[in-house]
């Protein structure tokens, strides 16, 4: 089971966001973290708990591993008001997603 | 690149079957390095996997809906579907397909990877 804390996070621009995941048992690194904005498809933004995928900005970046994950948003874009979920990979099936945190503005 | 596409009907009666279709272009269904899902969220809320598979055939189900769902692969229309029985209200949602890359992790002795490429979305509705 992945949590995910807060559950709305609210945030001016410009500053940090800092948004936790935590898996009921230890899933490596193998854990990553989407955005997803409304009406649209998720996006993968870090996988292997710290590793941001193709395209995605240097002040979006993740860390932790075995049961306690934080992803950074280093200073918050208007672009990056949106929903951010965690997933787990490390032992499928099945895979199992957070609940999602949403990120508004302050 | 890769993309997805899904397509199916948008309106689906309760106890009727859904079905689903994935198609993926840009490249081969038929490689030995991703695995192909099904991803649904229901109105406001979040993300559930439901199926995936490899293009030789093998299934991965989510087991609480492992007993209504059937995912295959068609590799020459590089398509691969999905089709949930005895649907019901519950069952209403936007309908992703995606793909994860197969990588090897030696920390857990097993392959899978997160879903780094995703379609648009199929809004399906369940109602008479």
């Known amino acids: 089971v992945m949590t995910q804390s807060p559950a709305t996070l609210s945030v001016s621009p410009g500053d940090r966001a800092t948004l936790s995941c935590r898996a009921s048992e230890s899933i490596s690194s193998n854990l990553a973290w989407y955005q997803q904005k409304p009406g649209q498809a998720p996006r993968l933004l870090i996988y292997g708990a710290s590793t941001r995928a193709t395209g995605i900005p240097a002040r979006f970046s993740g860390s932790g591993s075995g049961t306690e994950f934080t992803l950074t948003i280093s200073s918050l874009q208007s672009e990056d008001f949106a929903v951010y979920y965690c997933?787990?990979?490390?032992?499928?099936?099945?895979?199992?997603f957070g609940p999602g945190t949403k990120v508004d503005i302050k | 690149q890769l993309q997805l596409q899904e397509s199916g009907p948008g309106l689906v009666k309760p106890s009727e079957t859904l079905s689903l279709t994935c198609t993926v272009s840009g490249g081969s269904i038929s490689r030995s390095d991703s695995y192909w899902g099904w991803i649904r969220q229901p109105p406001g809320k979040g993300l559930e996997w439901i199926a995936s598979?490899?293009?030789?055939?093998?299934?991965y189900y989510s087991p609480s809906l492992k007993s209504r769902v059937t995912i295959s692969v068609d590799t020459s229309k590089n398509q691969f579907s999905l089709k949930l029985t005895s649907v019901t209200a519950a069952d209403s949602a936007v309908y992703y397909c995606?793909?994860?890359?197969?990588?090897?992790?030696?920390?857990?002795?097993?392959?899978?990877?997160?879903?780094?490429?995703w379609g648009q979305g199929t809004v399906v509705t369940v109602s008479s």
């Open positions: 995606a793909r994860a890359p197969r990588t090897y992790h030696y920390d857990s002795s097993a392959y899978g990877n997160a879903f780094d490429i």
């Open positions: 997933q787990q990979y490390n032992k499928w099936p099945p895979y199992t």
């Open positions: 598979i490899f293009y030789s055939g093998a299934m």
